[in-house]
Nanobody, 122 residues
Framework: QVPLVESGGGLVQAGGSLRLSCVAS????????MAWFRQAPGKEREFVAN????????DYTDSVKGRFTISVENAKNTLYLQMNSLKPEDTAVYYC???????????????WGQGTQVTVSS
């Protein structure tokens, strides 16, 4: 098991910003890729962004490009998601995930955090 613990969610007005954090204990070769997914009420969980621990690779879903930034801090084993210009449609539970492939599908991430709620009011 690779414990992942998210924090930083909350309620924000549209146009505002939040930064999510995810501490990854017990990093291994099977957790070289870190990702953020989100799940809105009544919808399937969807990919948001992913990154490798060197920061040399990142990928974003189109709806967050230019607004969200994924990053890592190796010394703290921590993954971040800086979310700017938030929109009501960004409201969801955000999950941190870890795996060894750069793919966007949930099945390629065996390790998951418990999720943190982000609510954007209009």
């Amino acid at each position: 098991q690779v414990p992942l613990v998210e924090s930083g969610g909350g309620l924000v007005q549209a146009g505002g910003s939040l930064r999510l954090s995810c501490v990854a204990s017990g990093r291994t070769f099977s957790t070289v890729i870190m990702a953020w997914f989100r799940q809105a009420p009544g919808k399937e969980r969807e990919f948001v962004a992913n990154i490798n621990w060197s920061g040399s690779y990142t990928d974003y879903t189109d709806s967050v490009k230019g607004r969200f930034t994924i990053s890592v801090e190796n010394a703290k084993n921590t993954l971040y998601l800086q979310m700017n210009s938030l929109k009501p449609e960004d409201t969801a539970v955000y999950y941190c995930a870890a795996g060894k492939d750069v793919l966007r599908t949930m099945a390629h991430y065996p390790y998951w955090g418990q999720g943190t709620q982000v609510t954007v009011s209009s």
